[in-house]
Structure formats: C-alpha cells, structure tokens
C-alpha cells in the first residue's frame, strides 16, 4: 500500500514536511468489512482545515495518520454478502491506494447511471453544497442579481447554473481569464469578473448595475470586501467556504472592521448564514433526483480536473488552495 500521513501541522501552505507519502502494509480485512482499491480521490478545500488541531464542526486528522478524503472505490474483497470483487463503492479512504472499511461506511455506486467519478463532485458533496446553499438557504428570484465566487470551481459552477435556472442575472468570480471565459461560455452566466484585476471592485459594480441580492461567498479576502459595498436591502449571503484564509497564521493588521460591519448587516438588513453540507443530507434524494435529470437534459453541465498518479496528490491540493484548478479537483489513483 502507499499513503500520504499527516506527520506534521502546517502553518501556512502544507507540503512534503506535513503531508509524507510513506508505503504503508497492505491492509486486513476483518469481518464485515470490504478491501477497496481507489479509483479517484476527491480532492476538496475543507482537507486543509482536517490539517489543524482546532476546534471545528469535524474531527481533525490526528498526526501519523493517513490523510482524510471520499474516494471512489473498486470492492477486490468482500466479507459481506451485500458486496462482490468488482462492485464501485463512494468510501472514505483517504489519500491512499487500498483501505479496509466497514460496509457501513460506504455506498454502492452504479456505473450505467453516472461516470463514477460525480460521485464526488457534480453528484457528490459539492453538487449538494452548491443545491442546498443557493435553492434552500438563499432562495433566489427571477430577475434578482446573484453573485458566486470561486465561479469556476467544483461548488461555484453548479451554483452559477442554477442561479440561471432560477431566471436570475448571474455574475461568477474568478482567478483566471480562461476560467470567466468558461464560466461565460460553457455555463451561460452574464459576466465574469477576474479578483486579480487591479480595477476588479469597479467591474463587479458595472457587472451589477441593480447591486447584489445573493452573494454565495466561497473565498472571503477582498472579493467578499467589495461585494459587501454593492449589496441590496435584505440581501442573502449563505457563507459556504473562505479559501482566502486557509492558509492564514495572523489576521490582518489595521482598524478593527466588526462594528462597521455589524451595521452594514443592520442597516442592510442582510441575511448572513453559514452553512455545513453535512447538515443537509436529508435533501440527497431530491438532489440527486433533480441534478441527474438537469445533466440528462444539459441544463446543467460540469467540468472535472483529473490529476494522474497518487504522488501528484500533494502538488495538486497546493494548486487548489492557489486556484490551479479547472473545475472539480480529483486525483486518478488507479485506473476505472
Ligand atoms: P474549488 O474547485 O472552487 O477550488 C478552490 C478555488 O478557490 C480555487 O480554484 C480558486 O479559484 C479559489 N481561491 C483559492 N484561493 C483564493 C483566494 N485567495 N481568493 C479568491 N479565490 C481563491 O473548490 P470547491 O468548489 O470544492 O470549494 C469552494 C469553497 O466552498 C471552498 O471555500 C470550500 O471550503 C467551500 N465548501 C464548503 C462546503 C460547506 O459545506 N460549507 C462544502 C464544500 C466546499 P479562483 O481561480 O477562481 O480564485
């Protein structure tokens, strides 16, 4: 087996002095339990987060341990009835090539349903993020304008999509001029506004000539600064991700900004709401039900970036944290 283990917390960006790619005994199967082979990890931003010893809404990685992370898994042995050598199972192997899991903790995927692979995107956890945050938690209007950053990412290109299936005017946010002309093209949203033009405050205002009625925030920094200047009365902000600060060991110096904060979100009458996927897995079924039949019907298309090779795990979650990434980030473990 190899695996990559936490050996050491990162301050900052992790790399090879935190995250060890160590060969590993081949794990044993007990009873009850399925030996899987990986086919992809999912690769996703909260990883960084398991890498801290904080308090949060999850357990974090304990050092010498292996990585956390879903996969999609090939069953190669079985001690349960339910299972057979061969079978495709979503699991939580972390970043590694075999694991021994309960049957409990996994769950049968059909491959003439779906590319196994959106298991863990479109289909998976960042589809859902993206259905409950902006249809349940937001509610956006026809003729209402939404605003979502990371735009081009695994959660931000769903969200995009449905704000347009709702009739609404959608601005995405993004670090690339090839992902806003992606996110533009390939998805249907009105404009796309790169956060490293100097002048990028102005372009999101011209973008939003009505002001902003839902900004779906993903990355906080300076994009959530300048939307906070554009938002309409009773604007709704469901806070799913702020990739800007993970890697942050200080907060910025300067002038406290809380009380003039709190006033905006007064004055405003803003709806600010945080939100864990996890909490909403009661809305799978219908997610899945409604997500299946918007792809089959190309109403909602999807973008996947596949790394090749376990050793290029490490190098991969570093581009996520720095935008690298074109679309939902996965790494090909072993072949499908
Ligand atoms: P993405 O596929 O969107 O990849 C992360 C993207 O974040 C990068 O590609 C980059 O895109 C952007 N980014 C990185 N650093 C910065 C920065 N400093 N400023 C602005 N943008 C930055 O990842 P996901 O779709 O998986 O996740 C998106 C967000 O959603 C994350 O914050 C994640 O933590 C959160 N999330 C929350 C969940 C929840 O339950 N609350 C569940 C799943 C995800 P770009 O080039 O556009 O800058």
Not at 287 to 304: H, L, T
Request: include cysteine.
């Amino acid at each position: 087996n190899q695996r990559y283990s936490l050996v050491e917390r990162p301050a900052g960006m992790p790399d090879e002095n935190h995250l060890k790619l160590e060969d590993a005994p081949m794990p044993t199967v007990g009873d009850g339990e399925l030996l899987l082979r990986t086919i992809y990890l999912s690769l996703d931003p909260y990883m960084r987060g398991r890498m801290n010893a904080a308090s949060s809404y999850a357990q974090y990685v304990e050092l010498g341990d292996v990585m956390t992370g879903r996969t999609v898994s090939e069953v190669v042995a079985s001690k349960s009835d339910d299972f057979k050598p061969g079978d495709i199972v979503l699991s939580e192997n972390g970043w590694q090539r075999y694991a021994a899991v309960p049957v409990a903790s996994v769950r049968k995927l059909d491959p003439e349903q779906a590319p196994v692979s959106t298991a863990v995107g479109i289909l998976g956890m960042p589809g859902l993020t993206a259905y409950v945050g902006l249809l349940d938690l937001a509610q956006p209007k026809a003729g209402e304008t939404v605003v979502v950053s990371a735009a081009a990412g695994a959660v931000g290109q769903v969200v995009g999509q449905l704000a347009k299936m709702k009739g609404c005017r959608v601005v995405g946010v993004a670090g690339a001029e090839d992902k806003c002309r992606h996110v533009v093209e390939a998805y249907g949203l009105d404009a796309c506004i790169n956060h490293r033009d100097s002048d990028f405050f102005d372009q999101l205002k011209a973008a939003c000539p009505d002001g902003i009625d839902v900004y779906f925030e993903n990355v906080g920094g300076h994009v959530f600064d300048s939307v906070m200047q554009l938002v309409n009365d009773f604007a709704r902000i469901p806070v799913c991700g702020r990739i800007a600060h993970y890697n942050q060991t200080e907060l910025p110096t300067g002038a406290d900004r809380l009380i003039p904060f709190m006033g905006k979100v007064l004055i405003k009458r803003l709806m600010i709401r945080g939100f864990i996927q996890s909490d909403h897995w009661d809305r799978l079924p219908a997610f899945q039900a409604d997500m299946s039949r918007w792809i089959r019907e190309g109403k909602v298309k999807y973008q996947e970036d596949i790394v090749d090779g376990l050793e290029n795990a490490l190098s991969a979650f570093q581009g996520l944290l720095e935008g690298a990434n074109r679309g939902k980030l996965l790494v090909q473990v072993s072949s499908d």
